[in-house]
């Protein structure tokens, strides 16, 4: 299920096909987001999704064998299954999950990164230009990155829950900005602008 949401994203599959796909996809992006360095002896729990999450999954199925009896609970067995399959796998590589993810697809080490873009600012011809923050959550259904404002990971990942995934999101913009003065300068204005 890991490497049929990393495959050919481009072709065409049967709705049930496209639902797990998308399933295994949310793990690994999930996955993405974990601190740089991990192994499999170091990575012990993945977060599932919420368990609302899991239920609208679950009524969001297309019509398939064995359908009725999809519920969030499944969905979780079926995470955790996922889990301890990508493990075994992880160990065989010997190598980190970052290294492991690159390694299947190139496009997953985009994944739960922060990217730096110049974009054109039309309304000040004083500043024509500018930079603009973001992070890329997951990969289109044609293994594209998905961007969107730094922002809002502030949001999605607000909560204890989602700490060590902001952390992991938000460390090498602090390494960086540790020796780029501007950078240092962007990240303090926008720390400030969220305070």
């Known amino acids: 299920m890991v490497f049929s949401s990393e495959q050919a994203k481009s072709e065409s599959h049967p709705p049930v096909l496209s639902y ?6 949310r793990y690994v992006t999930a996955l993405c987001t974990r601190p740089d360095g991990e192994t499999s002896s170091t990575i012990t729990h993945n977060p599932s999704p919420p368990d609302g999450e899991l239920a609208w999954l679950a009524l969001a199925a297309p019509p398939m064998t064995g359908a009725e009896y999809l519920t969030a609970s499944v969905l979780q067995a079926l995470w955790q299954e996922l889990h301890i ?23 997953w080490n985009l994944v739960g ?33 998905q961007h969107l404002p730094l922002g809002q990971a502030l949001g999605e990942y607000a909560g204890a829950a989602n700490k060590d995934r902001l952390l992991s999101l938000l460390l090498p913009v602090q390494r960086a900005s540790e020796s780029c003065s501007w950078l240092k300068a962007m990240a303090a204005a926008t720390i400030r602008a969220y305070l």
Do not use: I, M
């Not at 160990?91 to 993810?101: M, T, Y």
């Not at 873009?117 to 594209?144: I, M, V």
């Open 20 to 25: 797990w796909r998308e399933f295994g996809a």
């Open 85 to 107: 399959a990508f493990g075994l796998e992880l160990s065989q590589s010997k190598c980190g999950v970052q290294e492991f993810l690159k390694r299947c697809n190139a496009a």
């Open 113 to 145: 990164r922060v990217h730096f873009n110049l974009a054109e600012n039309r309304k000040d011809g004083a500043a024509p230009f500018a930079f603009l923050a973001t992070y890329t959550t997951r990969l289109s259904a044609h293994a594209k990155a």
